[in-house]
């Protein structure tokens, strides 16, 4: 899948469909998030500098009262910048700016006229469809699997086993919360 989407550069050469699929698929893999949460991204909510900081601040059925609302960091790939979140982010906000209507605040917008905000089942297509594209990918096609398999469940479940604490992990994560170790905290083999 990383292979796939990496032979999907230099960015200019794509169309508007496979920049939507292969950021939608990249913030996926990346912050191991549901697609509700990336359809909710508002271009309002972020702050572009030396890094990509990205804030949830629409209150989801997850958030608790005193609970830190979602921050997703992202900084440069510079050793593979055919990978990098930033880099794509960066294109696809200017790409789609004279694209959006006046009024539209969210990050994805359809690829198709007209250009209005899509819905996490309409990302959930894109996502799939980046997937069911890449024929040599052991994924199987649904959304979910992205979630499942990302390099983030990954290296942290193999920090975990190397002995760093769940803190130190939080710490070092896009987000600090206890979704690890619930539910992705597996033996590496």
Not at 2 to 20: D, G, R, T, W
Not at 102 to 131: A, E
């Amino acid at each position: 899948m990383i292979q796939y989407l990496a032979s999907l550069y230099p960015h200019e050469n794509l169309s508007f469909e496979l920049i939507s699929r292969k950021l939608a698929t990249l913030l996926a893999l990346t912050t191991a998030q549901k697609l509700q949460i990336l359809a909710i991204i508002q271009l309002s909510q972020i702050l572009i500098s030396v890094t990509l900081v990205i804030r949830i601040s629409t209150r989801l059925k997850t958030s608790g009262i005193r609970r830190s609302q979602l921050l997703l960091i992202f900084r440069q790939f510079r050793e593979n910048s055919e990978l990098c979140v930033f880099s794509l982010f960066k294109y696809y906000v200017n790409f789609t700016r004279d694209l959006r209507q006046v009024d539209c605040d969210t990050l994805f917008i359809s690829p198709r006229l007209p250009h209005k905000p899509v819905s996490s089942q309409t990302l959930g297509h894109l996502d799939q469809n980046c997937i069911s594209l890449n024929k040599d990918s052991y994924f199987n096609s649904s959304t979910h699997s992205t979630r499942q398999l990302t390099p983030l469940v990954a290296s942290t479940s193999l920090a975990a086993n190397k002995g760093i604490s769940l803190n130190g992990i939080c710490r070092n994560g896009s987000e600090i919360s206890t979704i690890f170790a619930r539910f992705y905290n597996r033996p590496v083999i």
